[in-house]
C-alpha cells in the first residue's frame, strides 16, 4: 500500500511546524517593527515599563535581528536561543512592574512556546536532540 504524500506524517509535522513558526514571526515582526517606526503607543507603553524612549529603536533592532536569525533555517535554532533571552526579559519586566499574570507577564512565554515548538516540528535532527519522551 502506497502512502499519499498529503498522509506523510513527516510533511504534516512540517507544515505545522511552519504554522506555528509563522505565527509567532508575525508577531514578533510587527512588534518590531512598532518599535523601528517608534510608534507613539509602543513608545509610551516602553516608557509604562520603565524603560526610556531612547531605548525602543535599539530594541526594535535587536528583536529584527534575533528574528531574522531564526528565520534563516541554517541559524534558526541561534535565532531560538536569542529570542528565548529576549522574550526572558520580557517576562522579567512585566514581573518587576506588577503586570497581569497570564495576558502579559507569561504572553512572552506563549510566544517562545510557539517558536521552539515550530522549530521541534520542522526540524528532525533537533527533534533527535531533544527528545520530547523518554525511552
Keep these: 500500500m502506497q502512502m499519499n504524500s498529503r498522509d506523510d506524517p513527516d510533511r504534516s509535522r512540517h507544515w505545522a511546524g511552519r504554522a506555528l513558526s509563522g505565527l509567532a514571526v508575525l508577531f514578533l515582526l510587527f512588534d518590531s517593527a512598532g518599535k523601528l517606526v517608534q510608534v507613539q503607543p509602543v513608545i509610551e507603553g516602553t516608557i509604562q515599563l520603565g ?3 531612547d531605548v525602543v529603536f535599539t530594541l526594535g533592532v535587536i528583536q529584527l535581528a534575533c528574528v531574522l536569525a531564526y528565520v534563516i533555517p541554517r541559524t534558526s535554532v541561534l535565532g531560538a ?10 517576562v522579567a519586566t512585566h514581573v518587576r512592574v506588577e503586570s497581569p499574570l497570564l495576558t502579559h507577564v507569561l504572553f512572552p512565554t506563549y510566544v517562545a512556546a510557539f517558536l521552539w515548538s515550530g522549530l521541534l ?9 531533544l527528545p520530547t519522551r523518554s525511552g
Design 121 to 129: 516540528l520542522r526540524d528532525a535532527r533537533l527533534r533527535a536532540f
Design 81 to 90: 536561543l536569542l529570542l528565548t533571552g529576549y522574550l526572558g526579559g520580557a
Design 51 to 53: 524603560y526610556p524612549r
